[in-house]
């Protein structure tokens, strides 16, 4: 079955303590994005990477880091996380030809106390 | 700053009804407008989208509206139904190289019996 995947679902954890989000897609997909959602500020891009070792910074990149090693990984990395970096992530796929339809993993739900 | 205005934030409309949600865009090079449909607990999934050289696209109960010279775009549920309670996003993107996308900031639209 084609889809993205992320892990953890839910996480709750302190200010500072480093964390991983992964990211995997089987679509063999050249394009990968994270994006956080909060209420009324609908979805925001916080980097993608148009293939392996290739990433770049969205509209909100601040307090996060990024690695694409592999095509199908792309992980999430908040190396000293603060209370406002909680949310929902979202990682996203993409053929990035065509139409460019994203297609989106089940979400993250990120709780920074 | 949102590049993408979405309206409105809620809306319920009765079963059988029309249900319009409205997104107005600022950059000119945006060329792909698509909508996404987020139910609760999952990613969003892309529903319709349209190019800016149409200006109507329609696909069973969903019609985009598509008005370039305003730089507006909408999307009309037909005959709408408790089962398309959800949260929908119209979305922008300027091609060329990365597809980068822009997300309105989504309504939440209740459909009641």
């Known amino acids: 079955e084609a889809q993205v995947t992320q892990n953890p679902r839910y996480l709750i954890t302190v200010t500072g303590k480093k964390l991983t989000v992964t990211c995997s897609q089987n679509?063999?997909?050249?394009?990968m994005s994270w994006y956080r959602q909060d209420p009324g500020l609908g979805l925001r891009q916080i980097y993608y990477?148009?293939?392996?070792?290739?990433?770049d910074k969205g509209d909100v990149p601040e307090g996060y880091k990024v690695s694409r090693k592999e095509k199908r990984n792309f992980p999430l990395i908040l190396e000293s996380p603060s209370p406002n970096q909680t949310s929902l992530y979202f990682c996203?796929?993409?053929?990035?030809?065509?139409?460019?339809?994203?297609?989106f993993g089940p979400g993250t739900r990120l709780t920074v106390l | 700053q949102q590049q993408v205005k979405q309206s409105p934030q809620s809306l319920i409309v009765q079963k059988g009804g029309i249900s319009i949600i409205n997104c107005a865009y600022e950059?000119?090079?945006?060329?792909?407008f698509p909508w996404y449909q987020q139910f609760p607990g999952k990613g969003p999934a892309l529903l319709i989208a349209?190019?800016?050289?149409?200006s109507e696209k329609k696909e069973g109960r969903f019609t985009i509206s598509f008005n370039k010279s305003a730089k507006q775009f909408s999307l009309h549920i037909m005959d709408s139904q408790p089962g398309d309670s959800a949260t929908y996003f119209c979305?922008?993107?300027?091609?060329?190289?990365?597809?980068?996308?822009?997300f309105g900031t989504g309504t939440k639209l209740q459909v009641i019996p």
């Open positions: 990477s148009m293939n392996v070792e290739v990433t």
């Open positions: 349209i190019r800016p050289d149409v």
């Open positions: 679509m063999n997909h050249e394009y």
């Open positions: 950059n000119t090079a945006f060329d792909y």
């Open positions: 979305a922008a993107i300027s091609s060329g190289g990365y597809q980068k996308v822009t």
């Open positions: 996203a796929s993409s053929p990035g030809t065509g139409t460019g339809e994203q297609f």
